[in-house]
Structure formats: structure tokens, C-alpha cells
């Protein structure tokens, strides 16, 4: 695709401590390949001359090896690309810690609540839990201090990832403030919640959004559902054929797949060829300069499939997620249902910096083929849909719901609706 690779730079993975002159010289490695081929430069919030101005004073004063990840943390973040940020040194980032406590926090109507509890019976937390203060210290306040060490390409995706890393901090004891739904009010409460050790920064896990189940299940005789975060390139054909007759089919990307169907699925959603993307690609010639290459196209295939498209997505979505939307977006019938995802689209260029520490950039530039930017912006849904607080606390599915109402119809009861989308 195109893609610049750095494999020529030196990563001094054996130096014991890092000095100011390499420091600087990390500083000067990264701030030269955003300068020249990175293809979303001029997305870019703050000057890319004023970035490095800034950093040199910060990076040339005596630091510790975590102060000069945390330095270079900040200085990623200035890209405001969702893949770029500091891979080898997460544990830099706040919160700080060898322990976590087992949570999921989400960010909801501006609000941080419990998401996601592996066993409820380990905490005194509750879904649905809205967390006002942390430690002593407000949500609102932690945000912001935290926020210039988060990469990411938009906010609800920084926001994403500052909730996945709430629950890292000191082992033992931690107090939370939450407001709690009792009956048709709140109330405000205090938790204690221990933090165990934890193998590493809480950033894996299984974070997807969508349905637990199998690939492909059948939400009514009408309905089909299939979720991309388990699906196989050879399960592709079969499922096309099992929803022959179907008024409509829910693909879920809130997720990232598990398998690269782009082409395999998109072709058997179209009857013409359709141009779903286009790339921008560097110039060797004129380093700083891209260059356009021809759409890239979806051929109809068989066996085809004539019915809805509902495709949901969110902050998850990123990345291959993304630019399988963009592919399977082009059926005539297709909407997209959900709220802006990640806005990181592109194959990633890896980057190595001294001290061992490593980073990436999106290395490619991806546009719809009228040339409309997707970086920074994300997929944006036909139908905008946002999970509520009310709605997490009564186990709803609200994205889903939407989906199943485009397909179904005004027709369709509401408690219906919820019931078919229900969890499983």
C-alpha cells in the first residue's frame, strides 16, 4: 500500500540511561517523520514547528527513563492519530500502578459510569454506577490532567482510553464517590475497592461492544446478526446463503475484526461495482508531498444478498474496523448506526526510537472516493445513536434497537424491539 517503513533508524535498545542528547535526538527522529511522511500532517492541531519548540526544553533537562516516556507521550499525543502513541511505554501514562481493580469504566453523556463488570460479585460496584470522584479528586479534574498523555485521533476516543485505564493505580484500597440509581432518584454513595496486581498497564481485554454468542445469530425470523470480532474469511459464503429471504442483516463492527471480509462480504452485498475508498501515498521524490492512487473497488460476487444493511459502530471501531465500514457502507440499502469511531485509518508505519521505546503512525491516507477525509473524523453513522446512562442501568442495548427499528419498521412495538435485541 505504499507504506514509509524506518527500519534503517537505530533503536539503542541496551542504553541503561537515556541522556539529554538522545532524548533529543528521539525528538528530532519523530518530529521529522510527521514532518515528511506523515499524510495526515496538516490535521494537526498545534503548529508542528511550535510542538517541537516546546518539547526541546522538556526533553533536554535531566529526566528518569519514565520522565522521558511521559515526555514523549506528550509529544505523540500532539499528533492526534489514534495509532500513534508511546506502545512500548504505556505503564508511563496516569494512572500509575502495578494494580487494578476488575472494571470497566465507560464515558456516557459526559459521565463516567461502570460499563462492565467480569464478576459482579467481586465488587461492590453496580452497571450503571456514575463515578464523581476518584480518591478525593473529581472525574472532571482527572480528565483533564490525564488528557495530554492520551493519543488519540478525537475525544470520545481519548476519553475511551482514559476509561479502559481508570482502575490502574497503587495496590490495596481505593474510595470512589458514585451516584447510584435508587427508584426514579440517585443517590450518592462511597465504594472502597481493593486493587490486585495486574500483569501490565489494563489495556487488553476483550473491550468489544457487541453481542456474546456465536458469529452469526438469528435476532428474528427477519433479522439476522453477525458480529465481526469472531468471524472467519470461510464462514463468509455460508452465512450470505443462510440469510437469503431475510428483510435485513445487522453487522456489528463495534469491535475489530477478527478477520480481514472487507472484500469477502462487501461483494456479495452489491450487484454493481462500487468505489469504497481512496489512498494517499508518499512521494520518495518529494518527501512531504503524496500523491493520489486510483479508487479501490468492490467486484459483486455470489451468492448475494438484497436485503437491509444496518452497520454499527462506535469509539471501539477503529482502524481495519473502520475502513470495513467504509467497504461494506456502499450497498444502497446500507446505514450506519452507532456514533463516531476512532478516526485512525490507514496501515500503520512502525517507528523505534532510542531507549527502545516504540511508536507508529497511520502510514497511509484514507478518503472516500470524493476524496471526503475520514482521519480525525471517524465513521459517521447515518443514524446517530449514543447508549444512555438510563439505558446501561436497565441492560439496553440502544444501538442495537436502532438498527433492528430501521430494519423492521415504525410498525414494530417498542418492547418488541427491546425484547429482540435483549442480551443473550
Request: some cysteine; overall charge negative.
Amino acid at each position: 500500500m505504499g507504506n514509509p517503513v524506518f527500519h534503517g533508524e537505530a533503536p539503542y535498545k541496551s542504553l541503561s540511561t537515556v541522556d539529554a542528547g538522545f532524548r533529543l535526538l528521539a525528538l528530532a527522529r519523530l518530529w521529522n517523520i510527521v514532518e515528511y511522511w506523515f499524510p495526515y500532517r496538516d490535521l494537526v492541531d498545534t503548529p508542528w514547528q511550535d510542538v517541537l519548540r516546546a518539547a526541546i526544553p522538556r526533553l533536554a533537562v535531566p529526566l528518569d527513563q519514565d520522565g522521558y516516556a511521559l515526555e514523549m507521550l506528550r509529544v505523540v499525543a500532539e499528533i492526534r492519530d489514534t495509532h500513534a502513541n508511546l506502545w512500548s511505554s504505556l505503564d508511563a501514562r496516569p494512572g500509575v500502578g502495578d494494580c487494578v481493580f476488575d472494571v470497566e469504566f465507560r464515558f456516557v453523556e459526559g459521565e463516567a459510569i461502570v460499563w462492565a463488570l467480569p464478576d459482579p460479585n467481586d465488587t461492590a460496584l453496580e452497571i450503571g454506577d456514575v463515578l464523581t470522584e476518584f480518591d478525593g479528586r473529581a472525574v472532571e479534574q482527572l480528565v483533564e490532567e490525564w488528557r495530554p498523555f492520551y493519543a488519540a485521533s478525537n475525544h470520545p476516543t481519548r476519553l475511551r482510553d482514559i476509561g479502559r485505564n481508570y482502575s490502574t493505580g497503587p495496590c490495596g484500597e481505593s474510595f470512589l464517590q458514585v451516584r447510584r440509581a435508587a427508584g426514579a432518584k440517585e443517590q450518592n454513595i462511597e465504594i472502597a475497592v481493593e486493587r490486585t496486581e495486574a500483569n501490565g498497564p489494563n489495556i487488553s481485554g476483550d473491550f468489544g461492544r457487541d453481542r456474546a454468542g456465536d458469529t452469526y445469530q438469528e435476532l428474528s425470523e427477519s433479522v439476522g446478526y453477525l458480529k465481526l470480532s469472531s468471524i472467519e474469511s470461510d464462514d463468509v459464503e455460508s452465512i450470505v446463503s443462510s440469510i437469503q429471504g431475510k428483510k435485513g442483516l445487522i453487522i456489528d463492527i463495534r469491535n475489530y475484526p477478527n478477520a480481514s471480509v472487507m472484500y469477502e462480504l462487501g461483494q456479495r452485498l452489491i450487484t454493481t461495482s462500487q468505489p469504497f475508498a481512496r489512498v494517499t501515498s508518499a512521494d520518495l521524490n518529494n518527501p512531504g508531498a503524496f500523491g493520489w492512487t486510483p479508487p479501490l473497488v468492490l467486484e459483486p460476487n455470489t451468492p448475494n444478498y438484497n436485503g437491509r444493511i444496518a452497520i454499527l459502530v462506535d469509539e471501539i471501531s477503529q482502524s481495519h474496523a473502520e475502513f470495513t465500514a467504509m467497504a461494506l457502507r456502499v450497498n444502497s440499502t446500507a446505514m450506519v448506526v452507532g456514533s463516531t469511531t476512532a478516526g485512525a485509518d490507514g496501515n500503520v508505519s512502525p517507528i523505534t526510537l532510542p531507549g527502545g521505546l516504540r511508536t507508529l503512525i497511520s502510514g497511509i491516507g484514507i478518503y472516500y472516493p470524493d476524496k471526503t477525509p475520514t482521519q480525525r473524523v471517524g465513521i459517521v453513522p447515518d443514524i446517530e445513536v449514543k447508549p444512555t446512562i438510563e439505558g446501561i442501568r436497565a441492560g439496553r442495548d440502544e444501538v442495537l434497537e436502532a438498527a433492528l427499528r430501521y430494519i423492521l419498521g415504525d410498525e414494530v412495538a417498542e418492547d418488541e424491539i427491546i425484547r429482540l435485541a435483549a442480551r443473550p
